[in-house]
């Protein structure tokens, strides 16, 4: 049976591949693949009025080597960093709800 992170893994895996080969380097993402990726893969994450330019920034800031593509380290690295944020945000959070009396 497959635990919970090794399908978090196979599935941080599998997606960057679904979309890395569309178009272009089949092991880097464009930003038009990037941009699809965050549409249909984190819809409630991505806010619908973000602008191409805000696409931009987006990939400019992923981009660490500059090389007008996001490979996989750098993907992974964001979802790293999304995963801290999400962590320090629901720190004081309890981790269910209180039991009834």
Known sequence: MTQNLEQALV???V??????????????LCQAELKELLQKELPTWTPTEFRE???????????????????FEEYVH??????????EYFRGCPPEPPCPQ
């Open 78 to 87: 964001s979802l790293a960093r999304l995963c801290i944020f999400c962590h």
């Open 53 to 71: 330019c805000d696409y931009d920034k987006l990939m400019s800031a992923l981009d660490t080597d500059k090389d007008c593509e996001v490979d």
């Open 15 to 28: 997606t960057f591949q679904q979309y890395c080969h569309r178009s272009g380097d089949k092991h880097k």
């Open 11 to 13: 599935t941080i895996v």
